[in-house]
């Protein structure tokens, strides 16, 4: 079964096309690669399936049902997941509170929400996903006293918190060290082996060509090439649109 499937996407800012007509599929349980250059419109394109844009033309369908233009907060209740480039904690709260906030959008009425009802079930699963993700040893620390490794995987907890069945990940290893992009990947890897579909926007290509049995390439909001990263990399016109086409 399709997870997600992309018909025809467009998108386009005052006159300039930033999708142009783009098409692809991502399979239920599938761990799918997003690449391209600056500019190629990876983000647009989240943004776009997340309805944090609306699409100027296409179709955004989820497990089957259409989800074009829907409101984000509504996507978000339905299943989909998603982190962006920047990092969106919040650095005032603790990280129990910052792991606990970010659930609290899928769950119930603003009564249910006031008296706490499912407040020991969040409390047990944030501090599951903290030991997944080894920072169950700052869970009183305010946000802002983390260091940027470890606000990383808080923000990519707080995406688990609503257990989605499809999750956006854009750049997740962006701006960490070697050991932290290794365990971010153990844990993705290990996520997807739970069942989770994921999808994976990233610039180092030893990540998205270590982790993903399939991968789509973009080039000015072009879908220029689909494959397995063997043939991703072989494939001229992914060579040409990363480092100049040849003289």
Same mark, same amino acid.
């Given at each position: 079964m399709k997870a997600l499937e992309v018909q025809g996407l467009q998108k386009s800012f005052d006159g300039f096309a930033a999708l142009k007509g783009v098409n692809l599929h991502v399979d239920s349980g599938e761990l799918f690669g997003l690449i391209g250059p600056n500019g190629s419109g990876k983000t647009t394109l989240f943004n776009c399936i997340t309805g944090t844009l609306r699409c100027s033309g296409g179709r955004v369908q989820f497990k089957g049902r259409d989800i074009t233009n829907r409101a984000p907060n509504l996507i978000y209740k339905m299943g989909i997941g998603r982190t962006c480039q920047?990092? +969106?904690?919040?650095?005032? $709260?603790?990280v129990?509170?910052? $792991?606990?906030?970010?659930?609290?959008?899928?769950?119930?009425?603003?009564?249910?929400r006031l008296l706490r009802v499912n407040e020991q079930a969040n409390v047990e699963r944030a501090l599951e996903l903290l030991e997944f993700l080894r920072i169950s040893h700052v869970i009183d620390e305010y946000a802002r006293n983390l260091s940027y490794g470890q606000q990383k995987l808080l923000d990519f907890g707080m995406v688990l918190m609503s257990a989605p069945q499809l999750i956006l990940l854009d750049e997740p290893t962006c701006?960490?060290?070697? +050991?932290? #992009?290794?365990? $971010? $990947? +153990?844990?993705? #890897?290990?996520?997807?082996?739970r069942g989770h579909t994921i999808v994976v926007i990233e610039h180092n290509m030893d990540v998205v060509m270590g982790l993903c049995g399939r991968i789509a390439v973009l080039d000015s909001g072009e879908k220029i090439a689909e494959g397995t990263p063997d043939e991703i990399q072989k494939n001229q016109r992914v060579i040409d649109a990363y480092f100049g086409a040849g003289e």
């Open positions: 920047l990092i +969106e904690v919040f650095p005032q $709260m603790t129990m509170d910052n $792991m606990l906030l970010a659930i609290q959008e899928v769950q119930g009425s603003m009564l249910s701006g960490v060290e070697t +050991e932290m #992009r290794q365990q $971010m $990947m +153990e844990y993705i #890897r290990e996520l997807n082996g």
